[in-house]
């Protein structure tokens, strides 16, 4: 049925028409609605200053949140990311801590050394839950939550339970500093997902995602790699969720063991709350970004407002089964 | 496959040696877990007491790993393999108070030390009054603003133990400045990066009025002052204050950014073992920590006391770096 069939006499937008555009656009018009309330209701929302609070706060759950999306789009999860997050925090600070007994000897190295360190941990966790799910065929919830618990463990291990602190001014600039006045955390988020964007809908690999996640019995009939691309989403979101520890390491200062936690119920909300399907095969990372988005909109504006953060996570579950009820809807037929 | 032969059999000899110096006595400490740094200065200073070193005592550390279950679980193992004595950090108050009877059934001695448990079946308990550390850091801020002008609250995970007393504490030290008016109150979880986010939030909303923070513990007023410092805001025009003493805020008190107060888990950890030893040998022991005589204010008494208050120490410029030394 093509969308023309369905124009009919009563108006400008068939209901049907209608429809669809509330399933497509649905998020971004929840998103706007959201932000017109908060700016009527408080004086200081649409200020430039809270605005690039708002960006900064939801970078890291943005940044977690894109590489969610690559690994829930082959109808994968990926429950790691925050111990990963704490992980390759925690190594990355080793060696660019001017701390003369937190650091590994010879510390600090140059920013860069600490930046690759940290990418590598998180590629690293993620080959291994990769190759656990694509080679082993074990279910990404399961895999992912041994990887859940095995990173948080070598986290303790790693610093023995102590925080790494006193990270140095230039590692430091990629959490706190600004690029023509955007904090420098926003502009790597605007990166990931310009790059994000562009493999996933520009690329044979990202329509091969869609097409695993979509039907990997088909996608391998059809010639498709699918152990490979399922190995490769989740080095991408393991890279990624190195990529986020570090930004908040960068943030706070200092790296923290116990940083992170339940970070990856947050990534799994913003990419729900987005429109991306867990059965795999449909979503947009546009979606999420927005997903995220909304989760920092509404944490900052009730924030503002002086509501209670218990408030905050009613309203997010909400949210979260409010899109996936619509997403059935959209799966399953009207 | 040789030289691991030799290991076994030199780890083997261990074990028999160890088992026939039937004297020793077998302590378990259980803290309610690990993973933060209050706990690990607490297990290390286990290890570092006098009678543990000598060899006098063998102590065996379990981590409790914030589960009130698993704690009860390592309560029935201490009980199966006959420890003499068992230190107790709880999770819950009243959680806790379960694994004291169970111990208690067998006959064996348990002393509390840093939290709380609703048990009266405790030989003793040595810790610090939570209630006025919070007087003593909102009293910090409220002095430097002068008694008026605006501040917020970071608290901690609401329903602990340590919250509820703090909270306590902070609302005694408010009530002497009718004038100054709590802006914001909320809890960021003892997390330095939800208080950041809050107090960035915060700073959105109030510009310009927020004098002092006073922070439930050190990593939220961390993570105030890391929010200030990206607001481009000067932090020393703010009076922040944090409880606990650890590293990073030892550093911040150097760098005059906030001010902190120090629990002392040495104390606490050596005091509580002194107090074990002493039940486990029925009373035929001297305390043999030196924090005894660090603390004129809480004397060993014969180790007759229920409560052993260990002192809180404001860190100050001059302290500051005596503690840091002490951090390795």
Known sequence: MSVSDNRNASGWLGSEQRRLLIQEYGIFLAFLILAAVLSVSNEFFLTAGNISNVLLQTSINGVLAIGMTFVILTRGIDLSVGSVVALAGIVSASFVTSSATAGISGAPYPVALGLGIGLLVGIACGAVSGVIVSRFSVPAFVATLGMLSAARGLTLIYGGGRPVPALTPAFRWIGTGNVLGIPAPVVVLAVVFAVSWWILNRTRFGRYIYAVGGNPHAARTSGINVTRIQFVVYVISGGLAGLAGMLLSARTGSALPQAGIAYELDAIAAVVIGGTSLSGGIGRVTGTLIGALIIGVMNNGLDLMGIQSYYQQVLKGALIVGAVMLDQKRNYGA | ?328
Not at chain 2, 71 to 84: A, R
Not at chain 2, 87 to 116: E, H, L, M
Not at chain 2, 193 to 210: D, V, Y
Not at chain 2, 245 to 253: F, K, N, R
Request: glycine content about 8%; aromatic content about 6%.
């Open chain 2, 1 to 328: 496959m040789k030289r691991l032969m030799i290991a076994l059999a030199s780890a083997t000899a261990l074990l028999a040696s160890s088992a026939m110096a039937q004297e020793k006595i077998k302590i378990g400490a259980a803290p309610y877990g690990l993973n933060a740094e209050f706990m690990q200065i607490w297990s290390a200073a286990l290890q570092e007491h006098p009678a543990v070193k000598s060899g006098e005592v063998e102590l065996t550390v379990f981590d409790g790993r914030y589960d009130a279950l698993v704690q009860q679980d390592q309560f029935k193992t201490m009980v199966t393999q006959q420890y003499n004595a068992i230190i107790f950090a709880p999770i819950d108050v009243d959680a806790g108070a379960a694994a004291v009877q169970t111990a208690a059934d067998a006959g064996i001695p348990v002393v509390g030390s840093n939290t709380r448990v609703n048990s009266d079946l405790l030989t003793s308990y040595v810790g610090s009054d939570d209630t006025i550390s919070g007087y003593m850091e909102a009293k910090t801020v409220l002095d430097k603003i002068g008694c008026k002008g605006n501040v917020v609250i970071l608290e901690g995970p609401v329903g602990q133990s340590a919250q509820i007393s703090r909270l306590e504490g902070n609302k005694k030290a408010l009530a002497e400045c009718p004038d100054v008016k709590i802006l914001e109150d909320q809890t960021a979880n003892w997390s330095r990066a939800e208080a950041q986010t809050l107090m960035e939030n915060w700073l959105t909303a109030h510009p310009n009025q927020i004098n002092g923070v006073i922070g439930q513990n050190d990593e939220m007023a961390l993570g105030a002052i890391e929010a200030i410092k990206a607001a481009g805001l000067d932090v020393k025009s703010f009076a922040i204050a944090g409880i606990d003493g650890i590293t990073d805020a030892l550093h911040a008190v150097k760098a005059g950014e906030m001010t902190s107060i120090l629990q002392d888990a040495r104390a606490q950890a050596q005091g509580a073992l002194d107090l074990a030893i002493f039940a486990a040998k029925k009373g035929d022991y001297k305390p043999q920590s030196d924090i005894w005589a660090t603390y004129k204010d809480m004397p060993w008494n014969d180790g007759k006391e229920k409560i052993y208050n260990v002192p809180w120490t404001p860190v100050t410029a001059e302290n500051v770096d005596q503690l840091l030394a002490t951090r390795k």
